[in-house]
């Protein structure tokens, strides 16, 4: 089993700054791909960003220049460095791993950091 926990949401003023973490721990032999989504309220769960194991990152237009992920191998841990947010940045923020462990590869998802942006 995989755990994931996140941290850093919060509430900011527009063109402020956030930074999330999401670290996984249990028997994890690989970490894939790990990334960033976000629902917000009566929207579908949508990627902001994620990242592979060689580094290669992939965002969301509507956060490409703003947003940055990066990960830390040996912590099992994700990042998202957010700058320049809007109101419309506020959601639940998810994390999302793709891990080989004891019985396969599977999905992982953590339990969402609300991140609140003020106008």
């Known amino acids: 089993q995989v755990q994931l926990v996140e941290s850093g949401g919060g509430l900011v003023q527009a063109g402020g700054s956030l930074r999330l973490s999401c670290a996984a721990s249990g028997f994890i032999f690989k970490i894939f791909a790990m990334g960033w989504y976000r629902q917000a309220p009566g929207k579908r769960r949508e990627l902001v960003a994620n990242i592979t194991t060689g580094d290669s990152t992939n965002y969301d237009d509507f956060v490409k220049g703003r947003f940055t992920i990066s990960r830390d191998n040996a912590k099992n841990t994700v990042y998202l460095q957010m700058n320049s947010l809007k109101p419309e940045d506020t959601a639940v923020y998810y994390c999302?791993?793709?891990?080989?462990?004891?019985?396969?590869?599977?999905?992982?998802w953590g339990k969402g950091t609300l991140v609140t942006v003020s106008s």
């Open positions: 999302n791993v793709d891990a080989y462990v004891l019985g396969g590869q599977r999905d992982y």
